[in-house]
């Protein structure tokens, strides 16, 4: 038996802006652009993706998941997702080397260090 990794699924207040503002955040295409199904990917055939979906609920407490990401330059990044509408947040995580930032909907990721080159 074998299982690929098709997407996350992200609950969404809004999942057209959410979904748009993660493709421009990721330079990722929009495989769907559907009021219920919001689907962006790396590439049209390249998974895995992450589609949002629409909740009545509103995101209460911290993420159970999130995401990380490892750019070249940390420091621009950061300030690039910031430019974007990204917000800086505390989930307890004290002084790290990563940052924790969080999209407009208030999901929590991490922009991590540049990966040290031997």
Known sequence: MALEWEQVVVDSADPVA?????????????IN???????IRPAQNHLPGLIF???????????????????????AEVARLLSLGARHTDV??????WVTLADPEGNEFCVLRARQRP
């Not at 629409?54 to 070249?72: A, T, W």
């Open 18 to 30: 959410l979904g748009r503002w993660w493709a421009a955040a990721l330079g990722w295409v929009v």
């Open 33 to 39: 652009a559907a009021v219920d199904e919001y689907e």
């Open 53 to 75: 979906v629409p909740v009545p609920e509103g995101k209460s407490v911290k993420n159970r998941l999130h995401l990380d990401f490892r750019p070249d330059d940390q420091d």
């Open 92 to 97: 307890g995580q004290g002084e790290r080397s």
